[in-house]
């Protein structure tokens, strides 16, 4: 299997916050023909996040019509994240390239990368807790036979980040690299409101 991965970072220390990236979580009622995972898919959230929010649910492989379940909400985080995309996808226009296919379990992969550094205390491609973006990838049950990633600290917006991957060679190769298809972007931010940026790409394996 061919990997590709860029590993140059963009790495830009900035005073102020990226705003809130919070919303309440919502409440949702079991209908006929759930399960945990049509769940999650429909909110587009990890299946643990829901089970973490529901302990009640002694069993995530039975639940019943009428039960009511909390359910993260992180659409604040998603339109900012969303955001990023539609700014990569117009820079791939520009030159004639494929829109990438946006994955939101690959979003949520490179959220986890974001939260990762802030947890963790790093800014690198290589987690100490998930290994390489490869590895992070394919642990969350992802195959692909190409990838990338970016990363980025300290931008406050969508487009600010964007601006500076735009002009760092390695990062604007990945983001107009015609091998990968699809695309995850992840958002976190610290306790200072210091936002914390991934970009993961893939060329997936069906």
């Not at 963790?120 to 390489?132: D, E, I, L, R």
């Not at 983001?175 to 992840?186: K, Q």
Request: proline fraction near 5%; glycine fraction near 6%.
């Amino acid at each position: 299997m061919k990997k590709k991965l860029i590993t140059l970072s963009t790495f830009l220390f900035l005073l102020l916050g990226c705003g809130k990236v919070h919303a309440e979580n919502t409440t949702y009622t079991v209908v006929p023909g759930d399960s945990m995972w049509k769940i999650a898919v429909k909110f587009e959230v990890g299946l643990s996040e829901i089970i973490s929010l529901n302990p009640q649910v002694k069993n995530p492989a039975m639940i019943i019509p009428g039960q009511k379940l909390t359910i993260p909400n992180i659409q604040d985080i998603k339109t900012i994240e969303n955001k990023v995309i539609s700014l990569v996808n117009a820079e791939r226009s520009k030159i004639g390239l494929q829109p990438f296919k946006t994955n939101w379990e690959l979003s949520r992969i490179a959220r986890y990368k974001s939260q990762d550094m802030i947890n963790k205390n790093y800014f690198s491609h290589t987690s100490p807790t998930y290994g390489s973006p490869f590895n992070m990838i394919e642990s969350f049950g992802i195959k692909f036979s190409a990838a990338g990633e970016n990363i980025a600290m300290g931008q406050r917006t969508a487009e600010e980040v964007m601006n500076s991957w735009m002009n760092s060679p390695g990062h604007r190769s990945n983001i107009l690299n015609p091998s990968y298809s699809e695309i995850g972007v992840g958002l976190a931010k610290n306790t200072n409101g210091q936002c914390y940026w991934t970009q993961m790409f893939i060329k997936p394996m069906y």
